[in-house]
């Protein structure tokens, strides 16, 4: 049982909750890894011989790239979620009539 955060109705139990994603921002990532996590973990760490210690391989770089990052997201009942598709749908559909129309 929970509490839908859009329509802030009680849902019974068995009802599967669904989230909602309600706001998301464009966001571009910078490249990271060389091991970061590893060496979080407590990973392998090799014993070099020089003053600078190597992080482990890059096995986990990412150059980064561009992504859409959820701000705001909610459980929502059956119903709102439904309600929520369709509204992103039209929205998504309005813009790809402005979109062919701008020339
Ligand atoms: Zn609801």
């Given at each position: 049982m929970f509490r839908c955060q859009l329509c802030q109705s009680v849902v019974p139990a068995g009802t599967r909750s669904t989230k909602v994603i309600l706001v998301t921002r464009e966001k571009t990532y910078g490249e990271r890894g060389g091991g970061g996590r590893d060496a979080a973990r407590g990973g392998f760490r090799k014993r070099g011989g020089g003053g600078r210690r190597n992080a482990s391989p890059?096995?986990?770089?990412d150059k980064g790239g561009q992504g859409t990052e959820i701000v705001r997201e909610a459980m929502a009942c059956p119903r709102c979620a439904e309600d929520h598709q369709r509204k992103l749908d039209q929205e998504a559909a309005a813009v790809a009539i402005a979109n062919e129309t701008v020339e």
């Open positions: 890059k096995k986990n770089y």
